[in-house]
């Protein structure tokens, strides 16, 4: 998926959509200009249902950085779940490695993540891992390429991660910097601001 303006994303669907450092600095566009970008950005505009379904689906797919085909593929995975969809979809994404990786506190956005693992500095039960979009399962052990170590973006993971709490889902340990899935994620402890229901509704239609 390609990334444009990142900021511009947040300010168009009025959420912070990818986090990184400057998200949570009073440098992020969000917090310095809250309406839409563009020159009809402080009008209000009313909204269809199908606008609302769209937006929805737009907002999940940047927040999780994938492409229009790999959206609905996972929705479509979603469907054949034994458990409501909505629920199982977002199960579904926070399972992907990249986004695990960014919950494990390796990295400080979910951009990096993806470039780290595209660039095989992630090994996942002691194997290298490229794809940024593989499932992790309980048991998983993801650690960082011993040879990698020493790269900037990890130069200061000990310190970064020293007052980190990752999801309880994941266990991290400092002394070798390994990461465990001791269970798979459930949607009630995802902390999240998408309305599920209508990214559903609008690839069902």
């Not at 951009?111 to 979009?133: D, W």
Request: glycine share 4%; proline share 5%.
């Amino acid at each position: 998926m390609k990334i444009g303006p990142r900021e511009k994303y947040c300010r168009r669907y009025g959420q912070k959509l990818l986090w990184n450092d400057r998200c949570s600095s009073v440098k992020c566009g969000l917090v310095r200009r809250r309406n839409r970008p563009g020159v009809h950005g402080k009008k209000p505009r009313p909204l269809s249902l199908y606008a609302r379904q769209l937006i929805e689906k737009q907002k999940l797919r940047f927040s999780y950085l994938l492409s229009e085909k790999k959206m609905k593929n996972y929705v479509q995975m979603a469907m054949k779940f034994k458990e409501s969809a909505p629920l199982a979809l977002i199960e579904l994404l926070e399972r992907r490695l990249d986004n695990v990786i960014w919950r494990a506190g390796y990295v400080t956005s979910k951009l990096m993540a993806r470039q780290l693992v595209s660039h095989g500095h992630f090994l996942v039960n002691g194997s290298k891992m490229k794809s940024a979009s593989y499932l992790v399962k309980e048991g998983d052990i993801i650690s960082i390429k011993p040879q990698s170590r020493n790269i900037k973006p990890f130069s200061d993971l000990g310190q970064r991660l020293k007052f980190y709490q990752p999801p309880h889902w994941i266990v991290f340990d400092p002394k070798t910097f390994e990461s465990k899935i001791v269970k798979l994620p459930k949607s009630e402890e995802v902390q999240h601001n998408f309305n599920l229901s209508l990214v559903i509704d609008f690839y069902s239609r």
